[in-house]
């Protein structure tokens, strides 16, 4: 993929008409208007985004990135890189937070190893390793170009090929040690924040380990001349994309691919947290309205989660200080989204069914 094949790709509109259609058929069931509030709204956008009201969620997948970051070595984390390794290992045997989590739920993991600090074979992980790690940002840039553009296209084949194997629903998850503050560097420099104001504790760093932290991305943020608003002659995308290759990881790149991909071939695409939030606002600045194919899960403990999806204008239904990535949060939304669905199609309707007349709308009239 070069840079001029990421710009041509197109985001389609869902189609409205399939969303009213949706929307028609809640409105039909014996039940308070709204009544499931948020989780009808989803259901709605995913018949839009599927194109059909009679879709289906029968295939659901999470993918997991994995990936190492060089700024690690500025004491920005409680561990060191060698963890992402280990519970990589934990994934491939479903071991992780997020296989536990799943055991008895009908998700299929990929777990990705896209960029790693290693070159052992892990079991249970698919292997697209782009390099072993990313440059330290405060001195260099986390990757090239070309590293950049490979790893948003790993993610788009990903759905690509999860599309062709008949998935109608996809999750997004990553591991990565240091990964929050690459993430915040990104959403920093795409949304004009001062890190201050949104760097958050990570895997639970002190007050001093905090305070390191917002000073070596305010250091990455002028090494790369993003730490003042952009010039109005340089676009969104490529703003975005440069954001991306000389501040982010490899995790937030594949997952940038993944929310891209999701676009074309719509399949919705659930947002987890920070990481995955930050990952789904470059998306949507390098190919315009992957939003629309976007669901967001929680609202994470990291401050510039909620900025992100505010931005996206999408809202989480979600809102429970979670903070353990992996996929954990879009994870649970999706038995949420299930019993949304059963009453979706087999709800009891008005009229015959139960002898009520049906709910008008009356804020429409």
């Not at 389609?12 to 058929?25: F, T, V």
């Not at 990570?202 to 007050?207: E, F, K, T, Y």
């Not at 290759?245 to 947002?271: E, K, N």
Request: one cysteine or more; hydrophobic letters at 40%.
């Amino acid at each position: 993929m070069t840079l001029d094949d990421l710009y041509g790709l197109k985001a389609d509109k869902p189609s409205e008409s399939d969303r009213m259609e949706a929307r028609r058929r809640l409105d039909a069931i014996a039940k308070p208007i709204d009544g499931l509030g948020d989780m009808e709204k989803m259901l709605c956008r995913i018949a839009a985004i599927r194109r059909t009201p009679d879709f289906d969620m029968d295939k659901k997948a999470l993918i997991i990135m994995c990936a190492d970051n060089g700024v690690v070595a500025e004491g920005v984390t409680q561990t060191e890189s060698a963890v992402t390794a280990r519970v990589a290992h934990l994934m491939g045997q479903r071991k992780s937070s997020a296989g536990i989590m799943s055991v008895s739920y009908p998700i299929d993991i990929l777990t990705v190893d896209i960029g790693i600090d290693s070159n052992a074979t892990i079991p249970g992980i698919i292997d697209r390793k782009v390099r072993c790690g990313t440059g330290n940002i405060t001195v260099t840039a986390a990757m090239s170009a070309g590293e950049c553009l490979q790893a948003i296209e790993t993610g788009v084949d990903l759905v690509r090929d999860l599309e062709k194997s008949g998935y109608s629903l996809i999750a997004t998850g990553e591991m990565g040690i240091g990964n929050t503050t690459t993430a915040t560097a990104v959403m920093c420099a795409l949304c004009n924040k001062q890190p201050e104001e949104v760097t958050g504790r990570g895997a639970g760093l002190d007050d001093e380990g905090l305070k390191r932290k917002v000073g070596v991305i305010k250091r990455a943020l002028a090494y790369h001349g993003m730490d003042k608003p952009a010039d109005d002659e340089i676009t969104g995308r490529d703003m975005a994309f440069k954001a991306l290759r000389t501040l982010g990881g490899l995790d937030i790149a594949g997952l940038t691919g993944i929310f891209i991909g999701g676009a074309i071939c719509h399949i919705p695409v659930v947002i987890d947290g920070l990481i995955s939030a930050t990952a789904a606002l470059c998306a949507d600045m390098i190919v315009t309205g992957c939003r629309e194919y976007m669901l967001a899960s929680h609202n994470g403990r990291e401050a510039g989660c909620g900025e992100i999806l505010e931005r996206l204008g999408l809202h989480a239904v979600i809102d429970a200080d979670l903070a353990l990535g992996e996929g954990s949060g879009a994870l649970l939304l999706m038995p949420m989204l299930d019993m949304a669905y059963s009453l979706y199609i087999h709800g009891t309707r008005f009229g015959s069914d139960v002898g009520i007349d049906h709910y008008e709308r009356f804020d429409e009239k």
